[in-house]
């Protein structure tokens, strides 16, 4: 489903260099649920942003879902961003203007669907999230819960092959992140890949397999816990909670 | 795609923006709707072609001091001196100036009792020779100029010729010939048109009755000549002119040697004034309004700088983040363009009333609206190109 190899970002300013990722590789597998953690600074944003093809990087090949997308045209990649890949953001990012409907149909609208096929997807999107009766809704009317239930509906709207999400519970109470967090993994166990960047280690252990990042490289501990699919190694969650609370700290 | 529901709905929820933008539109619409309309009408007076060579006649005044000068004989030998001098093409003595914003003008009766007969349009009543059809450079499409020995030398002659203008030849006589046809002045005085020239206009530029001219035989003997000659040789004609005239008999003045186009510039300075000052009031409106939607745009990209970002990480493409700004800016213009223009057509309702100006023609509304849409596209492009490029990583950083 993912595959990056030996991919590396490097800022440049006219005085200074700095890595983002260096030699970064992993491999995602369709139906995959990884959680990606590590310190501020350590990568993970880049990283989402380079999986999400929201820039670009400077050495290494990437490939989504059998596509090199290593140097790809804007609107190529824009294009693959719009029909493979559906995000979810620590903000929630609807636009204020737009009712839940609208917010949904934005990237519905990108590609090309009329109006009777958006209006089908926007229902079931929001039926998913269990806020169909809050069609026209404008986002200020909702609750920060349901405010992210309604940005994973419309990343769910598109049917993407994978959801990147950014903290997504970063900015919900523990309450409203837990309803978030199980709504993931249903959409996981529906079959969806989802890459999830997180600071939180309860959540990072709910996941299949947390990836740590340290300085723009993985360091990779598989975690396969009760309750998920493979369950082998409950172990590791010991290191991980180490590895993360170290981080935090 | 142009998305223009949720851009509608969008506007419609945070308007305080667009309205204010919208109300400049509208006013803008208004006003340059009919400024453009005013300037286009004065144009068009300032183009009206007057039927003379108006850049070849050069016109002068001579005031004779001489008590004892018998004034009409000395005009006709001042006449025979001015045709004779080098480069001129012919030369007249003349009652009064095309152009001048002074003049005679008159009414004749269409038939031989003044109380019961209809009178002819006013026109400009020019009291000429054999010398002025060809001195004004005037085209002569109907009968034929007067011959010298028809000249009379004052208006007391009760049979008298005229050359008419073609628009007062229509006027009066609209089915029919003006060859032959008799005007009345008074019971006794009888006016035969013998001639109709194209075009000939009298002196007051402002007048409805500018285009209808009579050119009478009458060899008046006044203190105004028109001398024609290439405007190349004006200079040293007016000496030439001075030094002729002087050496015939030095006891007078000559003065106010001007063409008829310097006499024609001078009488629409005030409508020249009004098409320079419309002009700037409409350029400068065009740019307010312009600045206005440079300014919006470039507000609502700060504003929205994540959303963008978003909606680029969503799939828009740079195409779409540019036609949205373009779109969001032409629905503004189309609703300021359709109230603009509704104000417009009322305004010029009530221009016609007070300063009795023409009825606005509803292609300018329209054509303002045209304009608009191209300073907005203008306006508009290049932020929006600009925002366009914002990065679709913006939807990920805290900002």
Redesign the interface.
């Known amino acids: 489903m993912l595959s990056m190899k030996n991919v590396s970002k490097v800022f440049k300013t006219d005085l200074v260099e700095t890595h983002a990722l260096r030699d970064f590789n992993l491999e995602v597998n369709e139906g995959e649920f990884v959680a990606v953690t590590g310190p501020s600074g350590s990568g993970k944003?880049t990283f989402?942003?380079i999986a999400?093809?929201?820039?670009g990087f400077t050495h290494g090949d990437y490939f989504l879902d059998g596509i090199n997308v290593s140097n790809l045209s804007?609107?190529k990649s824009?294009?693959i961003?719009?029909?493979k890949i559906g995000?979810i953001?620590?903000?929630f990012?609807l636009?204020p203007?737009?009712?839940l409907a609208?917010n949904i149909?934005?990237?519905l609208?990108?590609?090309?669907f009329n109006a009777k096929e958006r209006q089908r997807r926007v229902q079931e999107a929001l039926e998913q999230v269990g806020l169909a009766s809050r069609l026209k809704h404008?986002p200020t009317q909702l609750s920060g819960g349901q405010q992210q239930r309604v940005a994973i509906a419309?990343a769910l709207a598109?049917e993407p092959r994978f959801l990147l999400a950014?903290e997504p519970t970063g900015n919900l109470d523990s309450l409203m992140a837990r309803q978030v967090m199980e709504l993931l993994e249903n959409i996981n166990q529906a079959g969806t890949t989802i890459i999830m960047v997180t600071h939180d280690p309860e959540l990072a252990r709910r996941a299949q397999r947390n990836i740590q990042i340290v300085d723009g490289q993985v360091c990779d501990f598989t975690m396969y816990h009760q309750g998920y699919r493979h369950v082998s190694d409950i172990n590791a969650a010991t290191d991980i909670d180490k590895l993360v609370a170290n981080a935090d700290r | 795609?142009l998305?223009i529901?949720?851009i509608l709905?969008?506007l419609l929820?945070?308007k305080s923006g667009p309205i204010l933008l919208l109300i400049q539109i509208i006013l803008s619409v208004a006003i340059v709707a009919n400024a453009s309309f005013i300037i286009q009408e004065r144009l068009a007076l300032m183009q009206r072609d007057s039927g003379i060579k108006e850049s070849e006649v050069l016109t002068f005044s001579l005031f004779n001091f001489d008590p004892l000068i018998d004034k009409t004989a000395q005009n006709k030998i001042d006449q025979q001196i001015l045709r004779g001098l080098p480069n001129v093409i012919d030369a007249t003595s003349t009652n009064m100036l095309p152009l001048s914003g002074g003049g005679w003008s008159s009414t004749l009766k269409l038939g031989p009792d003044p109380d019961s007969t209809k009178s002819t349009p006013q026109f400009a009543m020019y009291l000429g020779t054999d010398h002025t059809i060809e001195t004004l450079g005037l085209k002569l499409i109907e009968g034929r100029n007067f011959y010298p020995h028809e000249l009379k030398d004052s208006l007391d002659s009760p049979s008298r010729l005229a050359i008419i203008s073609s628009v007062l030849a229509k006027a009066i006589w609209p089915d029919e010939s003006a060859l032959g046809k008799v005007l009345y002045e008074g019971k006794d005085a009888q006016i035969t048109v013998i001639g109709v020239v194209e075009k000939l206009q009298g002196a007051w530029i402002d007048s409805s009755s500018l285009e209808n001219s009579v050119i009478q035989n009458v060899d008046y003997g006044s203190s105004s000549y028109m001398v024609r000659a290439k405007s190349e040789f004006h200079a040293e004609l007016k000496d030439a002119i001075k030094k002729a005239l002087l050496a015939e008999n030095p006891n007078r003045v000559l003065d106010g040697f001007k063409s008829i186009e310097a006499l024609k510039d001078s009488s629409y300075r005030d409508h020249k004034l009004m098409i320079t000052v419309l002009t700037m009031m409409v350029v400068l409106l065009l740019l307010i309004t312009s600045l206005g939607l440079t300014g919006m745009v470039m507000f609502n990209i700060q504003r929205r700088t994540?959303?963008i970002g978003?909606?680029?990480?969503?799939?828009?493409?740079?195409r779409?983040i540019i036609s949205y700004f373009l779109v969001e800016n032409y629905l503004i213009c189309l609703a300021g363009g359709v109230l603009g223009g509704l104000l417009a057509i009322q305004l010029g309702q009530q221009l016609m009333k007070i300063y009795s100006l023409p009825m606005l023609e509803l292609s300018y509304p329209l054509f303002t609206v045209a304009g608009l849409f191209i300073v907005t596209t203008l306006a508009v492009y290049l932020p929006a190109r600009k925002a366009a490029n914002i990065?679709?990583?913006t939807?990920?950083?805290?900002v």
């Open positions: 944003t989402l942003n999400g093809l929201l820039e804007d609107n824009a294009t961003r719009n029909e995000f953001f620590q903000g990012n636009i203007d737009l009712n609208e149909e934005v990237p609208r990108y590609r090309g404008l419309r598109g950014d | 795609m998305h529901k949720p709905s969008s929820r945070s994540k959303q978003t909606r680029r990480a969503l799939g828009a493409k740079k779409n990065s679709p990583a939807a990920t950083r805290s």
